[in-house]
Every structure is written in C-alpha cells, then in structure tokens.
C-alpha cells in the first residue's frame, strides 16, 4: 500500500466532522479526493465516534500505511486516534486540542496500577499529537485474533446507558471459565474507572479474545481515560454500575462486588488501595505525557483519591 500522509487524514476528518451536510461540495477538488481514498482506506473499521484510523506504521522511518492489509516487513499494527478534529467528540463531550495527550497519561497510569494495557505512545506532526495504540487482536505476523465485546458475546443493548453492570460482566468471564487472576485483572480496571472518573467505561469497552485452541481470554485494557461529565446525561449514565450504584461508593459496595465473583476476603480492600495510591501520582504521569497544568489541574479536582468507607 501507498504511505499515508496523517496531516491530510486530519484536516479531512475536521472537514467531515464540521461540515456533515455539505460533504458533496467539500471534495470537489482532486487533493481533498485523494484525502478522502486515504481516510476511507484507513479508517472506516475503526469503530466508536472519535475519529481515528487503522494503520500500519514503521517505527524506523514514522512511515504510516493502511492497518487493514497485510504490511511490509518493519511495519506494526496500531490504532490512531486524530487529535485537533473540529467536531470530534464522543456522545457529549468535544475533544480538545491535546487530547490525546491526556489518554497518554491515563496509559501510563494505569499501566503502574497493575492493569494490562497494549503499548500506548504519541504520534506527533504539526504541532498535534496523536494518540497510538498497538493492536492487540493482531499478531506480529499480521493475523487477527478473533475478539468479541462484552456486549456482544452478552447481547447487550450499547444504547441503554446504565443498564448493565460490573457484576454481569464479572458473571460472563466465570461462564467463559476465566481464571482468577483475570477476575480480579477486571476488578481493578473497574477500581481504576471509578477512582479515576473514566465514566464511559460501557459494555463495548470490555473485549475479549479467542485463540485457534477455542480458548478465552481477557483482552488488554483500551479507551482508558477521563471521561467526565457530571452534568452530562449520557456520561453521567452510561458507566457501568457497581451493587447498584453509578457513585458515591463505599468499601461495602466493592466487596459485595468482590463476593458476587467469588474473590477471596480482602482481596477488594487491598486492590482499591493500590489503584488509588497510584492514582495519587497523577502529577507525575501527567508531566510525563507533557499535559498543560490547567488540564492536570482539572482532572485532579475530579479524582476519587479520599479513602473509601
């Protein structure tokens, strides 16, 4: 496949993302065309709201072509997320310049709390810096792993906000006959979630993998970032619940979780508190991943770092 240029991807994607009903006449000329073969190339499997792009990049020579064909050789499976989209935004809340920078850091955060996550890094051009995932249902050698969402293999319904919770996803990977470890590997990504304030955390945004044995696994940690909204009646709700509840959780509330997965007694306690002591150190993953202060600053007021009851 031909290289890809990210610049074009981006202005395009802001184009089609502001002008939605004047789209025939904003690809009149040829350049904006080729743009466009190149986006549809990239990107029209990628999945959720926010615009991002499959590819294939070559970590010695940052060359990027189309992720949904068999690559050259040098060349790696990622996901791209377009940071600086006019009109890019999830449900509610319009992304900002940066961010993508902000997921970074949640990354790498999560990462020291324990939780398995792909290898994550900044993509940057132009003064944007986008954000890179490596694929994780794909295989050095370019084969897919067969992977499904909790809310597929559950039959869900993604549009009921607050419907589901983390006790029937806990009950799934038991029916999947998932060892412990990924029981309690889930427990913290919700202890994560909740902590952290990453209120999307809906039933798409649990996966899982199959190898050619017929086996299941728990698929790594993705979309882990702060999502936010308190006066937001989608992202208010849509999280998943915990014995009921959406917030203002107490230590109760997580070992009855704990129980309902058969964890072992203070298993709970002892999780929580390590999610939150890492979660302490936001300062520390957020400089890292060079985020504004005032960013930090909001993200820092909205944590849930006071010990619960």
Known sequence: TNPIEIVKLVELASEVLTH??????????????????????????????????????????????????????GFEYWLLKFDGVSGNKDKELEDPQGYGIIEYAYALMARECGIDISECRLFEENGRRHFMTRRFDRLASGEKLHMQSLCALAHYDFNLAGAYSYEQALLVMRQLQLPMQSIEQQFRRMAFNI??????????????????????????????????????AWTASHQMTMNGKRDRFTMDDFNACARSASMKRGRAATIVAEVQATASKWRSFAEQAGLPEAVYEKIQRSLNLQPFA
């Open 20 to 73: 939605r009903n004047k789209l025939q006449a904003s690809f009149a000329d040829a350049e904006k065309e080729h743009a466009l073969r190149d986006i549809l190339r990239v990107g029209t499997s990628a999945g959720g709201a926010r615009a991002k792009a499959v590819i294939a990049w070559n970590p010695k020579t940052n060359e990027v072509r189309s992720g949904q064909v068999q690559a050259a050789r």
């Open 195 to 232: 902590v952290a304030r990453n209120q999307d955390d809906h039933v798409k945004n649990i996966a899982f993998l199959m190898n050619k044995s017929g086996e299941w696994s728990l698929a790594p940690a993705f979309d882990v970032t702060y999502s936010f909204n308190p006066s937001g």
